[in-house]
């Protein structure tokens, strides 16, 4: 048995040798290490949960006969995507028996390109869809996660957890999924990459639901190359390679939009960083193009708000229905009533009206639901983001992802400065954030926004970005 061991040990280590060179930013580790580091140095409680069978896990990929492009690397993933014999809560006390039977398509994908399934992220409760006074980063289930760069501050959500997991050197990828900003904002202001896909591109089976117009699974990662690779895996056999797109000269030329309505209401700090990025971006070769006139983001804003309530009750309603036996909150009006009854400990700081106002809704039922989607995807999409990518002849839209972090109130909620998250949320569109440095001492991220299934461009354009900085 010491002889096999050490066969197996010396397996991974050549396997970590290996996958140096197809991805140098990865870290492949030992299992007793991932163990380690993640019990002992996780200041941002960013880890909801451990995976139990990470030493069956290091067997079977030390044996495995080819080496995936993931092979060995430690993930974390959010915990409202399943994981086979892991709960999968969205962080409420509600699901704790919802034991997932099989993995997600997405955490599937990830294991057969050789990844290490390390556990479960924490997350803003319900991916921060339970109240408009929630504050981002607590549930229920894991309690607050923390900025790495400073506790007092949020680490955004609502994937907080995975955001916080890289960001603090735990992990060099994670999982996170975004309806609205949900990958972007934690992943700017935890000081990593973060890719939010078109629609569609990636499953969302065995993801516990918001919005079918709008959810999407993505990566999070310290560097560029890392998502590109971490996409690839996650959509599956026979899916793009995203790494062979990366080029250090893709901006040489390129005309990129700057949404000056999206970059002015920042302080100081983050005015500071966003003009250092708009330099070196200039210095890649890029025609930086100001557009000065936007969609109706209102009444964008208002259509979204309008479809997420409505598909939040539809959509949240099937998959609870599908859940194991096991699980006895079946419907929306359950999970009210649940936390109703265990408001003291689900209910400490904020409470569930969005939840309320979803389930005053008729649902899927609404014969208003397909127009309203088919409105707000026109506005935000072909009479938005490709209007103005056509009429300024530019490939992609960049402004700052988000605001530098906030302090954390439990009591009172989050203090957004603002963001830019919404056209591509609602058209379904793609949105890279990079770290274009520090505000103040805390992270910053600069978006690229493209067209629908531009993920390789973008993710080139990122990675120009990034390699350009940090010279």
């Known amino acids: 048995m010491v002889l096999a061991w050490f066969v197996v040990l010396l397996a991974i280590l050549v396997a970590g040798l290996f996958k140096r060179n197809v991805v140098e930013e990865a870290e492949p580790l030992l299992g007793s290490l991932v163990l380690e580091r993640l019990e002992q140095n996780d200041h941002c409680n960013a880890i909801l949960a451990i995976s139990p069978d990470l030493q069956g896990q290091l067997d079977t990929i030390g044996l495995m006969p080819e080496r995936g492009s993931l092979h060995g690397v430690p993930v974390l993933v959010k915990d409202n995507i399943d994981v086979k014999g892991m709960p999968t809560t969205a962080g409420s006390r509600a699901l704790l028996n919802n034991h997932a039977g099989k993995d997600s398509p997405v955490v599937a994908n990830l294991r057969r390109a050789g990844a290490l399934i390390a556990g479960k992220a924490n997350l803003s409760e319900w991916a921060n869809f339970r109240s408009t006074a929630s504050t981002s980063g607590w549930s229920s289930v894991g309690g607050l996660t923390t900025n790495p760069f400073d506790a007092s501050c949020s680490a955004c959500g609502s994937s907080s957890g995975s955001g916080a997991a890289v960001g603090s050197g735990l992990v060099d990828i994670a999982i996170g999924t975004e309806t609205d900003g949900s990958i972007t904002c934690p992943a700017a202001m935890c000081g990593v990459v973060g890719l939010k896909p078109t629609v569609g591109l990636l ?7 918001i919005s079918e117009s709008q959810d999407t699974p993505g990566p999070m990662t310290r560097t560029v190359r890392l998502a590109a690779v971490a996409l690839s895996a996650m959509a599956g056999e026979g899916s793009t390679h995203y790494e062979d797109s990366l080029d ?16 002015g209401m920042y302080d100081d ?21 100001e557009i000065d006139e936007l969609p109706d983001l209102r009444r964008i804003s208002q259509l979204e708000w309008e479809i997420l309530l409505r598909e939040f009750k539809r959509d949240l309603n099937v998959y609870l ?11 929306l009006a359950d999970i009210i009533a649940y936390n109703k009854s265990h408001a003291s400990v689900v209910m ?11 389930e005053g809704t008729k649902g899927g ?5 397909p127009g ?32 530098r972090a906030f302090p954390v109130n439990l009591e009172g909620g989050d203090e957004f400065q603002g963001a830019c998250t919404t056209l591509p949320a609602v058209s379904g569109y793609p949105h890279l954030t990079v770290p274009m440095g520090r505000a103040d001492g805390l992270p910053v991220g600069l978006s690229f926004m493209g067209p629908q299934f531009s993920e390789a461009r973008l993710l080139s354009m990122g990675y120009a970005f990034e390699q350009k900085r940090m010279k």
């Not at 250090?248 to 970059?263: D, I, N, Q």
């Not at 400490?348 to 979803?358: A, T, V, W």
């Open 203 to 209: 499953s969302c089976d065995g993801i516990v639901p």
């Open 248 to 263: 250090l000269g893709a901006l040489e030329g390129l005309r990129l939009g700057v949404l000056t309505p999206l970059c």
């Open 269 to 289: 700090s983050v005015s500071a960083a966003f003009a250092a990025a708009r330099r070196t971006l200039e210095q890649a070769g890029a025609v930086l193009v």
């Open 321 to 331: 229905s599908g859940r194991p036996p096991s699980v006895t909150t079946r419907t």
């Open 348 to 358: 400490p700081h904020f409470g569930q009206d969005i939840f309320e106002k979803s």
């Open 365 to 369: 039922e609404d014969p208003e639901l």
């Open 372 to 403: 309203l989607v088919a409105e707000a995807r026109r506005l935000a999409g072909r009479e938005g983001i490709d209007r103005l990518l056509d009429e300024h002849q530019c490939v992609a839209l960049i402004a700052p992802t988000t605001g």
